[in-house]
């Protein structure tokens, strides 16, 4: 690349600084806790004889037949990774649990009283755990990068001292937001919108699916919050209807998605039309080879904030259902839906058309359904997630465009019906239920 911003700039150092968060129970829902699916029930597939996927009695772990995989079979071994965190939660039932401590409130925060004013509006008090530890640091102008589960409110965290930042700055701050997904980039903004109320902020989301000459007319009134996926920011910036110089704050949301989904170009692109001296946030679930790359090439003296305590939410009980030789899977898929404690529902298909397939199918069995996937236009993915959300579709079914980032908070099972690919992917999707305090229960059809 000629002389790019990116190659003029000193190697950053990296302050890491880790603080892990735990559940103050100890007793934790693993491997079906309690659920009517949990391996063993007549749901799971092996009926009484089936052991659960829990540690024997001593500590040795059992090796269930499901651990076995043939080398053509590429799919995640969810059995086995249920298994693990059982044999690893019973190792730890002993441990004496430090509580977390949250040491401030949002109004001990430095922000503006019309900040203040919309927090009091929507009822935010106390912070969660990464807001309590990033805000400060955040509104003092420091890299931030913050490692932390989903659930954990990482979007409030950015999205509120950066708006301090820019009233207190006069407005003459402007903040570019990268997100994975189209859903997530569009929660960003109504998050933005909510704390931003009563300021005169302004927004917009610049995503694919939508019209790009309404999005280059937005730009147009120099909105303070930019929100939007790397594939449509890149091509607003090649237009040159979107001038990166004037932002001097920067946020990566999800990056690993961002990364899994194949975007690390785009995104380098992106940050290098930037100026050399902003700030850069980055939040990411996980921590990988390329996210350490990114945060050594583009931010200065990151402070890393880690409050992320497990790979799965100890809320979500977890269970596989073996589909054995005789049965057909939609019936036993429509079977679990027709029981009572089966509430609103999310379930994951591999491909596109299997989950219009899907979909189709539970609606001929009466059974009211819909589905989202990438091949959606984005006005239909939006009136999809607005009747789930509205309780008008009781069954979603989904490709992994939604396993993160749908903030749907009283999702009562996930179940996957084609297997994940891999253990993120599994992680990502079971994310979807149990959250805001809630219990929820993942099923795995293998």
Same mark, same amino acid.
């Given at each position: #690349? ?15 600084? &880790? &603080?892990? &968060?735990? &559940? ?6 693993? !491997? ?24 024997? @009695? ?24 249920? =298994?693990? #965190? ?16 949250? +040491? ?7 922000? /503006?009283?019309? $900040?203040?004013?919309? $927090? ?10 990464? =807001? ?41 701050? %402007?903040?570019?937001?990268?997100? /994975? ?18 300021? @005169? ?8 699916? #939508?019209?790009?000459?309404? =999005?280059?007319?937005?730009? +147009?009134?120099? @909105? ?9 920011? +890149? ?22 998605? #961002? ?50 305590? =497990? ?9 596989? %259902? ?30 596109? %058309?299997?989950? *219009?397939?899907?979909?189709?199918? $539970? ?32 069954? $979603? ?12 908070? *009283? ?10 690919? !891999? ?5 990502? %999707? ?17």
């Amino acid at each position: #690349m000629k002389d790019s911003k990116l190659s003029r700039r000193p190697r950053r150092s990296v302050g890491s600084s &880790s &603080s892990s &968060s735990s &559940s103050s129970s100890s007793r934790r829902r693993t !491997s079906g806790g309690s659920s009517k699916y949990a391996p063993g029930s007549k749901y799971h597939g092996g009926g009484g004889s089936t052991r659960p996927y829990s540690s024997r @009695p001593g500590g040795s772990r059992s090796r269930s037949s499901s651990r076995s995989r043939s080398k053509k079979d590429k799919t995640f071994d969810v059995a086995g990774f249920i =298994q693990d #965190m059982a044999y690893e939660a019973s190792k730890k039932t002993n441990e004496v649990v430090e509580p977390i401590v949250i +040491k401030h409130k949002f109004s001990d925060f430095d922000l /503006p009283e019309s $900040l203040k004013k919309s $927090l009091t509006k929507n009822g935010f008090e106390t912070p969660t755990q990464i =807001q309590d530890e990033t805000i400060p640091m955040i509104i003092a102008g420091r890299d931030i990068v913050g490692i932390a589960n989903t659930g954990t409110g990482k979007t409030l965290a950015f999205v509120l001292p950066l708006a301090a930042r820019v009233i207190n700055e006069d407005k003459k701050m %402007r903040v570019l937001i990268m997100c /994975p997904t189209r859903e997530l980039a569009q929660q960003v903004e109504a998050e933005v919108a909510k704390i931003t109320s009563e300021s @005169p902020l302004n927004s917009v989301v610049c995503v694919g699916g #939508m019209p790009i000459g309404r =999005q280059i007319r937005d730009l +147009k009134r120099n @909105p303070e919050f930019v929100i939007g996926t790397p594939g449509r920011l +890149k091509d607003l910036l090649d237009r040159k209807v979107l001038n990166l110089g004037q932002f001097s704050a920067a946020i990566l949301d999800e990056a690993d998605q #961002m990364l899994d989904m194949g975007f690390v170009h785009d995104m380098r692109y992106i940050l290098e039309h930037l100026q050399n001296d902003r700030q850069t946030l980055l939040f990411s679930a996980t921590m990988s080879d390329e996210i350490k790359r990114l945060i050594s090439d583009f931010t200065t003296d990151a402070k890393i904030v880690s409050v992320k305590t =497990q790979e799965t939410a100890h809320s979500v009980s977890q269970s596989v %259902r073996e589909v054995r030789n005789g049965e057909d899977k939609f019936d036993v898929l429509v079977d679990i839906l027709q029981h009572d404690d089966t509430g609103k529902t999310l379930v994951f298909c591999r491909t596109k %058309r299997g989950a *219009d397939r899907l979909s189709r199918d $539970l609606k001929k069995a009466d059974i009211n359904a819909d589905a989202i996937h990438g091949d959606r236009n984005q006005r239909q993915r939006t009136r999809t997630l607005t009747r789930f959300r509205a309780h008008s579709i009781r069954v $979603l079914v989904a490709t992994d465009v939604a396993a993160r980032g749908l903030d749907i908070d *009283d999702i009562t099972h996930v179940i996957n019906y084609d297997a994940p690919q !891999s253990r993120d992917d599994y992680v990502h %999707r079971i994310g979807r239920t149990g959250r805001a305090g809630s219990t929820g229960s993942a099923i795995t059809f293998v």
